[in-house]
């Protein structure tokens, strides 16, 4: 189900009413057979491989914690293989298939492998991501094994983060299916705002950018320098919007229910390193990857410079192909992984509150839009084609034949930015007095309003639910 339907204004509502008449000992049997539903208006097959990956997981939990020895480690990695063999089969069998073929042919070896005629499970990146967490933390000693398999199940398949995270971990998420959650004024309007702030984000900003972005990528050969690199642009801000959205739209419906999930995005774009940057974007995900890979690699514990770049740099690569079964999502987690090595080699870091540091945070948005071409284009070909002509900047500016798609464009984040910067240089540092609530409330009416009169709602899907 999509956040952005007909179907969720009517599911999220009588669930969350229905949540608190409830008794509390219910309440989480109402939210996991919820979230079925909620994932089930997908593919509802599909709830089938997320039951394996919970049933793999939770046994192994239990396991893990009454075992002790060698045979715990051993636990530990069948939970694991198993429930990344899922997430292979589904999500890279196919390019791996597909990359042995080319290989067999361009060595002029006559054979070939078959594909599977399958599609990837909405969120599976993610959901794996969140199971593969509990596992780690019960074998680490940091959580108890769940031994309740229904309140399990709901911490895997909780439908607010189910497809798109944030990735949550047990010891935030678990313990608060337990406790007794009152209804409060304070968390209905407090997820109110975060919700309309994340609808804000996904139809006014993201699906009218998505506009423009799709004319001029999908037709890049037709298109100059010029116009590549404002679309290049438009897209940094339009993943930013939609993926944002999405985690504000999850945040503030589970927080409407007393259940408090971590945030996610924290204005990335006003980052003046791309260190600072990665502490900004995606959090759930890149801590994890922080806690999960790099920590386990050795982070920057290892005594050899050349060791704890090699770290950085496998974290950054895994990454990127977690994004997708495409060597363009590997490009991109690379680049990332290039721009903090060189970055740590130099000695460069972010400074606050100097007159740089506005040329700092403009030179770390077009470091991280060379990146997003290789996240945005189709192959490795097209987005070196569109690198090369973005070099050039030749070519007239291509103006769709609706003016006000890039009057739109332009204004959506115009919007964002000042709020953004506002909020950062002026309200979190208390540089201005004002009455929050007042301020809070007027802010929540002036975006409802834009949605209403500016909103798409016909966008589609979000663009993190193909992974």
Known sequence: MLFNSISFLAFFPLVTVIYYLLPHRWRWLHLLLASCVFYMFFVPAYILILLITILIDYFAGIWIENTTGPKKRWYLWISIISTCLVLFVFKYYNFFID????????????????????????????????????????????????????????????????????????????????????????????????????????????????????????????????????????????????????????????????????????RPYLSASVAEFWRRWHISLSTWFRDYLYISLGGNRVSSVFRRQFNLMITFLVSGFWHGANWTYVVWGGLNGVYLNVASALGLRASFGNALRPLKVLGVFVLICVTWIYFRAESIAQANAIGLKILQLEGPLFIPSDPEIFVYCVFSIAFLLSMEIGYESFYQKRRIRINVQRFANLLMLTLTLMIMLIGVFDGGQFIYFQF
Do not use: C
């Open 99 to 266: 990359n042995f073929n080319g290989l067999a042919n361009l060595i002029g070896w006559n054979y070939s492998l078959t594909s599977l005629a399958i599609i990837l499970p909405i969120g599976l990146s993610f959901h794996t991501f969140q199971s593969l967490s509990y596992v780690i933390e019960v074998y680490r000693g940091k959580q108890k094994a769940e031994k309740n398999f229904g309140i399990y199940s709901l911490y895997v398949m909780y439908y607010p983060q189910l497809v798109a995270g944030p990735i949550e971990r047990p010891q935030n998420l678990l313990h608060q299916f337990r406790k007794e959650q009152k209804f409060k004024f304070a968390n209905f309007f407090r997820g109110l705002r975060l919700m309309v702030y994340g609808f804000f984000l996904k139809l006014v900003v993201a699906d009218r950018l998505a506009i423009y972005v799709n004319a001029v990528y999908n037709n890049s050969d037709q298109h100059g320098g010029a116009t590549l690199a404002l679309a290049t642009a438009f897209f940094a801000f339009q993943i930013y919007a939609d993926f944002a959205g999405y985690s504000s739209i999850a945040i503030g419906a589970s927080r409407m229910m007393g259940i408090k999930l971590m945030t996610n995005f924290r």
